[in-house]
């Protein structure tokens, strides 16, 4: 009977372990300072297409979004700010931009904006223009 309560106690911990080591990539720049929203949303506009991936999550494929509307705000906690695509809350340290010298690269908006993001490319590259 103590093998068992052992056993479930080491279950519970080695899925805590798991599920709450996923958690550590979630939203790393989705919160920001008002400084760093607004430092992204001056390089998003209408009509521009932005890339986002996730590289901690397994992601290795840009998914390619285009910007129907953007905007930068509070998020309701502390004195936090986020930066929203078509009224979604986007995480700069997954949103890639265009580089103005080379359209094939792609720029990592977190590192743009000053946001401190880790285990993500400060550049990525498409082999052809979407």
Do not use: H
């Amino acid at each position: 009977m103590e093998i068992q309560k052992s056993l479930k106690v080491v279950s519970l911990g080695i899925g805590l372990t798991l599920t709450l080591g996923s958690v550590v990539y979630a939203d790393q720049c989705a919160y920001t300072s008002k400084q760093q929203a607004i430092a992204a949303l001056s390089l998003l506009e209408e009509g521009q297409i932005i890339y986002e991936l996730c590289e901690p999550c397994g992601d290795t494929v840009p998914k390619a979004v285009k910007i129907n509307s953007v905007s930068a705000g509070t998020v309701g906690y502390e004195s936090f700010w986020g930066v929203k695509v078509n009224n979604s809350n986007i995480d700069l340290a997954y949103t890639y931009i265009d580089d103005r010298n080379n359209k094939n690269r792609k720029v990592n908006l977190a590192n743009l904006a000053s946001c401190p993001a880790s285990d993500v490319s400060s550049t990525i590259f498409l082999s052809k223009q979407r």
